[in-house]
């Protein structure tokens, strides 16, 4: 069965950091690319960053490139996004995914649409 566990969100304040982690189990890592997306309320579902599981490769939204760092530990089967300097634009629900790696070949944004499995969130909320 997969799953896909998020945490690490919370309450922080404007210009702090999070680190949030995402735990996976249940797939073949090697065959999939590991990706971060949010969602705000009232918005659609946007693509943050993703990750090969081989740590090789990395895709970034370019709003977030310098802010967010996406990194991976295969030994604990763990995908972290560290964020930091974050404003209250970043407030949102947090979802891990993962998609195939052959689905995504030659993007460098992810369409939410494409993902083949989710988590189920954690809520980032900055305050002003």
């Known amino acids: 069965q997969v799953q896909l566990v998020e945490s690490g969100g919370g309450l922080v304040q404007a210009g702090g950091s999070l680190r949030l982690s995402c735990v996976a189990s249940?797939?073949?890592?090697?065959?999939?690319?590991m990706a971060w997306f949010r969602q705000a309320q009232g918005k659609e579902r946007e693509f943050v960053a993703a990750?090969?599981?081989?740590?090789?490769?990395?895709y970034y939204t370019d709003s977030m490139k310098g802010r967010f760092t996406i990194s991976r530990d295969t030994a604990k089967n763990t995908v972290y996004l560290q964020m930091k300097s974050l404003n209250p634009e970043d407030t949102a629900a947090y979802y891990c995914?993962?998609?195939?790696?052959?689905?995504?070949?030659?993007?460098?944004?992810?369409?939410?649409?494409?993902?083949?499995?989710w988590g189920k969130g954690t809520l980032v909320t900055v305050s002003s």
């Open positions: 995914a993962a998609v195939l790696s052959g689905r995504v070949a030659g993007l460098y944004s992810f369409p939410a649409s494409f993902m083949n499995y």
């Open positions: 249940g797939f073949t890592y090697s065959n999939y690319v």
């Open positions: 990750i090969s599981w081989s740590g090789a490769i990395t």
